[in-house]
């Protein structure tokens, strides 16, 4: 999508730019390593994209954009120290190169520089920006520890997952776009539209990866196949496998849940179960239910649908649906 | 001091009531365990004594105050985990009794939760009380970060000392002094002098306790003697003597720090050194010459000399002078 480039460049210029040369090196050069080992950007872009759709001046938008992309990152460090990742997005984890502490350290140096990163804007702007920016770093860790907790937790229900990715994963897109129509001046009620127009992509996105963990094609997706089966996690097909299976299917899921082995039958065993109970249909209905609450906020919005069509694109390449 | 056991009773009261009933409890419960907890809780008193004395109303002042106590205890969470320590202030660590994974996203929480205690501040007031905390935050990271260099390099300079105890315990006090000035609406001027008045108590506070570490009455100060020795910290003892050793003594002093052991040779050899090169006495000038500084600034601020009493009285006690 050409549109993406174009911001995709801004935004890849502003993280040149303002690279950190702070000092000590030793706590701003593991900063620059994984901002430099670029995703693929897509939050400060939804910054920019929701700038320029309430007819906000982009270059106000830049630096608090990099914000959501300091803090998206500060994340990544320490949930990969959480899940002792060795890799993220092919190269080795910052507590791997640079050890624990300072995998901490400049974690917590990343969040408060993206504070930093809003200092350009007026203090009404500003108030209003890190309100959102903060309290959307709460959820995500209030997100982070459900996640953590269901690994142990015996009854998950599906509001209750829900609740999870919508802290994890929805609202940090959402606040992206929020943020971006606020400093467009896009009044309230625009705001909410297209935050929950994030929300619901986030959520309708995230539905979409446990799905394709399993149902995917794995030389697109390129993850291994079934880790969340052989990871035990309470994904969304999970959810409503237990719902939906016999009394016997439901032992049998449990009995493999309860196991952590990389035996083939496992991901077989539940596989069965899970197409059995027809989760692949009910999940992409879930998907696409998520979608149109987000197309249904986009609409509610008063500007010229020609504008929103880069909206409903990234929503189409983010479910991986042909636009 | 009775002046500062009222506002420890203001604080007290403050973290009682707004101690953290949000979900989920996993991830709150720590933050609580730790801040009732209670260390001294000076910082927030700084808070509280600054907005007094440029005739602030101390009750705005109070949520901000406890954002500089969170912020605090952040800190403290996250530099158990990187010091390895079992205990703090006599119970257990966070990371000790809730695991590494919730020490790690309790405490970056309680960093998130700390910018929410500004925002009852109008956006102007809000604004620049949220920078000074931004700024002094990541000073706190670049003073840990230096701290932890230290342990590895060669040649530590008076000069990096200093400025590595500024940025970890100078920075924080002073800008609690600044934070209650700004709130108390005090100029420009005034906040600079306020801050640096605890900028330099705080230097002095910590050359004291490098002081103490060795010379002081262990019963009175509460640790291990001379554990900066046995741990090979280079505190200013050990850069002074270096500095004012002849090179036999020097050699010795590299030998002892080159090796972890808890001989009490090793003590012994190293506090002969120090005493022949009157160390003591020149830690002690030190301490003066900071405590002078703090002083002087106070002393510029335009405000009726019989207001200022009770921050002598906090830098004697923070000195362990008589007053």
């Given at each position: 999508?050409?549109?993406?480039?174009?911001?995709?460049?801004?935004?890849?210029?502003?993280?040149?730019?303002?690279?950190?040369?702070?000092?000590?090196?030793?706590?701003?050069?593991?900063?620059?390593?994984?901002?430099?080992?670029?995703?693929?950007?897509?939050?400060?872009?939804?910054?920019?994209?929701?700038?320029?759709?309430?007819?906000?001046?982009?270059?106000?938008?830049?630096?608090?954009?990099?914000?959501?992309?300091?803090?998206?990152?500060?994340?990544?460090?320490?949930?990969?120290?959480?899940?002792?990742?060795?890799?993220?997005?092919?190269?080795?984890?910052?507590?791997?190169?640079?050890?624990?502490?300072?995998?901490?350290?400049?974690?917590?140096?990343?969040?408060?520089?993206?504070?930093?990163?809003?200092?350009?804007?007026?203090?009404?702007?500003?108030?209003?920006?890190?309100?959102?920016?903060?309290?959307?770093?709460?959820?995500?860790?209030?997100?982070?520890?459900?996640?953590?907790?269901?690994?142990?937790?015996?009854?998950?229900?599906?509001?209750?997952?829900?609740?999870?990715?919508?802290?994890?994963?929805?609202?940090?897109?959402?606040?992206?776009?929020?943020?971006?129509?606020?400093?467009?001046?896009?009044?309230?009620?625009?705001?909410?539209?297209?935050?929950?127009?994030?929300?619901?992509?986030?959520?309708?996105?995230?539905?979409?990866?446990?799905?394709?963990?399993?149902?995917?094609?794995?030389?697109?997706?390129?993850?291994?196949?079934?880790?969340?089966?052989?990871?035990?996690?309470?994904?969304?097909?999970?959810?409503?496998a237990m719902e939906h299976s016999t009394p016997?299917e439901r032992?049998?899921l449990?009995?493999?849940?309860?196991?952590?082995?990389?035996?083939?039958?496992?991901?077989?065993?539940?596989?069965?179960i899970?197409?059995r109970t027809?989760?692949?249909?009910?999940?992409?209905?879930?998907?696409?239910?998520?979608?149109?609450?987000?197309?249904?906020?986009?609409?509610?919005?008063?500007?010229?649908?020609?504008?929103?069509?880069?909206?409903?694109?990234?929503?189409?390449?983010?479910?991986?649906?042909?636009?």
């Amino acid at each position: 999508m050409e549109f993406l480039d174009q911001y995709q460049e801004v935004i890849s210029k502003a993280i040149t730019k303002y690279s950190f040369k702070d000092k000590p090196q030793e706590l701003y050069e593991p900063m620059n390593y994984i901002i430099s080992n670029a995703g693929k950007r897509l939050r400060p872009i939804m910054v920019l994209m929701s700038c320029d759709l309430f007819g906000g001046e982009i270059g106000k938008a830049v630096k608090p954009a990099l914000a959501i992309e300091y803090f998206h990152n500060f994340t990544l460090i320490h949930d990969d120290i959480m899940d002792e990742a060795p890799l993220r997005r092919n190269v080795p984890t910052i507590h791997t190169v640079y050890g624990l502490n300072t995998g901490i350290l400049s974690g917590d140096g990343l969040l408060l520089k993206a504070y930093k990163f809003f200092e350009d804007l007026e203090p009404n702007l500003y108030k209003a920006c890190v309100r959102v920016f903060t309290h959307t770093g709460l959820l995500l860790c209030e997100g982070q520890q459900y996640d953590i907790n269901f690994e142990t937790q015996d009854n998950v229900t599906y509001e209750e997952y829900i609740r999870m990715i919508t802290y994890k994963t929805g609202v940090l897109s959402a606040s992206s776009f929020e943020i971006g129509a606020l400093i467009a001046g896009a009044n309230f009620r625009d705001a909410k539209n297209i935050f929950n127009f994030g929300k619901h992509i986030g959520i309708a996105f995230q539905i979409m990866d446990d799905y394709l963990d399993v149902f995917g094609n794995q030389k697109d997706f390129g993850k291994k196949h079934a880790g969340d089966i052989y990871e035990n996690k309470k994904t969304v097909l999970y959810l409503l496998a237990m719902e939906h299976s016999t009394p016997d299917e439901r032992k049998e899921l449990e009995f493999w849940y309860s196991k952590k082995t990389d035996n083939v039958d496992k991901v077989y065993g539940v596989e069965k179960i899970f197409r059995r109970t027809k989760v692949d249909e009910k999940t992409l209905r879930l998907v696409e239910k998520h979608n149109q609450i987000a197309h249904d906020y986009l609409m509610k919005i008063d500007i010229p649908d020609e504008k929103k069509k880069p909206f409903i694109e990234l929503a189409n390449y983010l479910l991986r649906r042909e636009s």
